[in-house]
């Protein structure tokens, strides 16, 4: 239905302000009737008094407004000046330096002192400047790899023995203890023997001088002939240790056959032919990496070896034969046998 | 028929609003005071008293009717004069632009 079309034009403005006005009176209402529905359907479903709060709950979370206290009534910097006591040495010490102190007091920490102690150890151990820094370097890469202890050893069973780095670090040291076992250095093996297990004591033993130091009660971790014991000692510590058939790796190269023990005599040869058999077939190009890697701990042949920092297979395949007696390995496998088909040609 | 004057502004007034909702303008003009009004606190007074109203007739009982007549009054003289003017304003504009019907 069309509407009757007026003007608005006639209209004065009187008329204009009066239709205006009542629009807005129109508007205003509107507004105002939506609103009363909104509340009395507040009112009806219950939420029109929602937003009270009593005054007790009121006066709880009252903005705080004290001078050294945040909003909410806090204290700042409260845990700065806490303590906290170490599980390890039972000393109180400063909430914000707990974890630093934790990470030297285990010595597992990434710059902890035992990789100090250990790296110590490694230069008594070693002659040689050249391995101490490849060691060193090894030592920081590996956090957890080398000088922790015999249980986390355990956990890092999976440490992949085909590894560069593993054959690169046990390839400059000369069958000593350290290279060959890399399991079982940890600082403690080299210096506090309560903590070693007898398989460890031998293999220790074949490669250190092991005297026990009276003050420290610590065995001496230098060469087989470090010049601060002498060899009566070390064959004491031996006899100590190993009960009197024990007998010092210097002293075998012609004697071995007479004075090893039989039960062990057998075992190592087991675990020799084995060796043996990976041995050869890599190494006969003369790589070094078996020879150190089975840690054969060997007397005469060793030093000499070590001094010319070149280990013929065939020479440490005799020291073995020859040192049967004191040479107990540790570990029926040696730890890289397959390393020598990766570092054949480095020698 | 004799179109008595006050026909005639009703019509027009009648006239005027089918416009106004027809152009969509009507929606327009309402947007803007729902938004200004809260804005400056016409509803919140508005719902105090309200709450007064509720709390004086019980809440059980309270009827829209009752609330209309309430608060109703006191809505329409509680608006800000700057929100009254501005609503004036845009419907004398709309006015003028459909000054010819």
Not at chain 1, 91 to 96: E, Q
Not at chain 1, 137 to 148: A, C, T
Not at chain 1, 289 to 315: A, C, D, F, I, P
Not at chain 2, 27 to 37: D, G, H, Q, V
């Amino acid at each position: 239905m069309k509407m009757e079309e007026m003007s608005l034009s006639g209209l004065d403005n009187s008329k204009l302000e009066a239709i205006a006005q009542e629009i807005y009176a129109d508007l205003v209402e509107d507004s105002c009737l939506g609103f009363c529905f909104e509340v009395h359907r507040a009112v009806k479903c219950g939420y029109f008094f929602l937003d009270d709060t009593d005054p007790d709950s009121m006066k709880d979370f009252e903005i705080v407004d004290q001078p050294g206290l945040d909003i909410f009534g806090q204290v700042f910097n409260q845990w700065k000046s806490k303590e906290c006591v170490c599980p390890n040495c039972s000393r109180s010490i400063a909430a914000s330096r707990f974890a630093p102190h934790l990470e030297k007091c285990l010595g597992m920490g990434r710059n902890s002192s035992r990789i100090a102690n250990r790296r110590i150890a490694n230069s008594n151990n070693m002659n040689k400047s050249e391995s101490d820094q490849e060691d060193n370097d090894d030592i920081n890469d590996n956090d957890w790899s080398y000088g922790s202890e015999k249980k986390a050893k355990k956990r890092k069973s999976d440490k992949n023995p085909n590894s560069p780095r593993r054959s690169k670090s046990l390839k400059h040291k000369n069958g000593e203890l350290s290279n060959s076992d890399p399991f079982k250095y940890n600082n403690s093996t080299g210096i506090s023997y309560e903590t070693l297990g007898p398989e460890e004591l031998r293999s220790l033993l074949t490669t250190q001088c092991g005297v026990i130091s009276e003050h420290t009660k610590k065995m001496c971790t230098r060469s087989l002939r470090c010049p601060q014991h002498t060899d009566e000692q070390r064959r004491t510590v031996r006899i100590y240790f190993l009960g009197p058939s024990a007998v010092l790796p210097e002293v075998e190269s012609s004697l071995d056959n007479d004075s090893f023990d039989m039960t062990d005599s057998q075992a190592l040869i087991s675990r020799l032919q084995w060796d043996g058999s990976s041995d050869l077939s890599p190494s006969d190009s003369g790589s070094s990496k078996t020879s150190e890697n089975q840690g054969w701990g060997l007397g005469t042949n060793s030093s000499e070896s070590r001094k010319t920092k070149k280990k013929k297979s065939h020479l440490s395949l005799v020291g073995t034969a020859s040192s049967l007696g004191s040479n107990k390995k540790k570990k029926p496998k040696p730890p890289a046998p397959p390393t020598p088909s990766i570092y054949d040609d480095i020698n | 028929l004799v179109v008595s004057k006050m026909n005639k502004d009703a019509q027009m007034t009648a006239a005027i609003n089918q416009k106004l909702i027809e152009t969509g303008e009507r929606e327009c003009l309402k947007e803007l005071p729902r938004a200004k009004l809260t804005e400056c606190g016409w509803k919140g007074q508005l719902k105090s008293h309200c709450k007064e109203v509720i709390k004086e007739k019980g809440l059980e009982h309270v009827t829209v009717d009752d609330l209309v007549a309430e608060i109703t009054p006191k809505g329409r003289g509680l608006v800000p004069d700057s929100v009254k003017k501005e609503l004036l304003q845009r419907i004398r504009t709309f006015l003028a632009q459909h000054a010819s019907l």
